[in-house]
């Protein structure tokens, strides 16, 4: 029998944790499939709530600042172009057989990613001279890498009583009211947003961030402040809500999972450059027109509809848009295969 290869995964924090919980989800989905993985981060601080239990298969290890004396994996993953210690990269290019060095990027839904993706980078100097690393990017087409997903996630998520989960922890529903879970950024369209939702009697679960203490009860609006969730805690509130504002890559992608009418506020950019993002996937998906007018005014790029216009549109397109995206092989079985075909 084929041994079992050893992974690490180098990720650096830059803000929200959001690189940690992408790598974290890649490092858990390794060690359920079996895998023995080496996760090494610069500031581990937010596994604290994140994944209090940390998972048999994963070693975590801080970031080396200085030469650590270990054999590099048979996979290194090098995250979002976090750049590896240099001397690692020595102790790879040292190594009687070479490890395969990939950089996983970030997701986009820009045409770039299908050209892109795959591609070699060989490295002619530096202390990887020799080595070759290859482009790997999540996405939403069969010319990408696919979005994490864990097996069995879809029959686990059909399968789940969110009423019940909800009720076990004290956010049960008053009869008649809508449960939508938000999770943004500082944003300054949050007084409409707060209107629009208090037009039917809804029940806001404000999950932590810069909105939770800016939230104003109005009538027919009723809020929670919800606590920093492991994981799989927020996976399950997202299945449990009639909808979701997200934000960044993780949770974007467990909306889309979750299939229930979602809102993304993209992570902003100095330069706009995610307004070209955001219209990439709005595209991609083919969302509601009306549904663009939501997402348009919760990223600042016009007025926020007074009224949520197109969530009936949107709860008829989440489950399909969800069925096309599992139609594909999910993230880590085609990264698997990608290594093993260019050993």
């Not at 504002?245 to 993780?250: A, H, K, L, P």
Request: glycine share 8%.
């Amino acid at each position: 029998m084929e041994s079992r290869p050893l992974w690490d995964i180098f990720c650096r924090v830059i803000d929200n944790h959001g690189d940690l919980g992408v790598c974290w989800r890649l490092a858990r989905d390794l060690a359920m499939r079996g895998h023995t993985v080496r996760l090494w981060v610069d500031d581990a601080s937010a596994l604290a709530w994140m994944a209090p239990e940390l998972a048999a298969g994963i070693g975590l290890r801080a970031w080396p600042e200085q030469d650590v004396d270990v054999q590099p994996g048979d996979i290194v993953i090098e995250a979002f172009g976090c750049e590896l210690p240099p001397s690692f990269v020595a102790r790879m290019a040292a190594c009687p057989q070479a490890p395969r060095w990939i950089n996983l990027e970030y997701l986009s839904a820009e045409d770039y990613v299908e050209r892109s993706h795959g591609l070699a980078s060989p490295q002619f100097s530096g202390p990887g001279a020799g080595l070759t690393k290859h482009f790997f990017y999540p996405g939403f087409t069969a010319r990408t890498g696919g979005l994490l997903r864990e097996p069995g996630l879809l029959d686990q998520i059909d399968g789940f009583d969110g009423n019940s989960w909800l009720a076990q922890r004290g956010w049960a529903p008053r009869p008649g009211e809508r449960i939508v879970s938000l999770f943004a950024y500082a944003n300054a369209a949050l007084p409409a947003l707060l209107d629009a939702l208090a037009e039917e009697p809804t029940l806001l679960l404000a999950c932590p961030g810069p909105a939770q203490a800016r939230i104003e009860t109005r009538a027919g609006l009723r809020s929670i402040a919800v606590p920093y969730l492991p994981q799989q805690d927020y996976d399950r509130l997202l299945w449990s809500c009639d909808l979701n504002f997200v934000r960044g890559e993780d949770s974007f992608v467990r909306a889309q999972w979750a299939g229930k009418p979602f809102v993304w506020q993209i992570y902003p950019q100095h330069d706009d450059a995610h307004h070209a993002k955001l219209e990439a996937f709005m595209s991609r998906a083919d969302l509601p027109d009306a549904w663009r007018a939501v997402w348009h005014g919760w990223n600042g790029l016009g007025a926020l509809p007074a009224s949520l216009t197109g969530l009936a549109e949107a709860a008829a397109h989440a489950p399909a848009w969800r069925a096309q995206l599992a139609a594909q092989p999910d993230l880590l079985s085609q990264l698997d295969g990608f290594v093993r075909a260019s050993r």
